[in-house]
């Protein structure tokens, strides 16, 4: 199955006080940036009764997309110099968790 469509599915823990400004960011800069470089958001939550948690969702057509996309979004200076700093700001990275899923057969998303 993972010689296909792969799906990331990222769950961030977000400072105190921080997640309203964190989905600021996300939806102004983070999510136009990364699609307008060719990634696919299939969506961004935030998680109810939880004030610190983010969970949101790409998808590539297969891994080498993958691998592609990330070093073209991150390794742009934009990256760099603007929108990383601010993650640091607000994301506790340790407590980052990614998955990597491959759809069955007959899933819906594909």
Known sequence: ?????????????IRKDCLEQW???MDTKIIPFQTAMGMA??????????????VWIRRFENEQERRTHYDRVYGSDIWKNDIRPAIDEMLIREETVVWLLDPTPLSPMR
């Open 1 to 13: 199955m993972a010689d296909g469509v792969v799906f990331e599915l990222r769950t961030y823990r």
């Open 41 to 54: 958001i299939v969506g961004s939550f935030t998680v109810r009764d939880m004030d610190d948690c983010y």
């Open 23 to 25: 989905v600021r960011l």
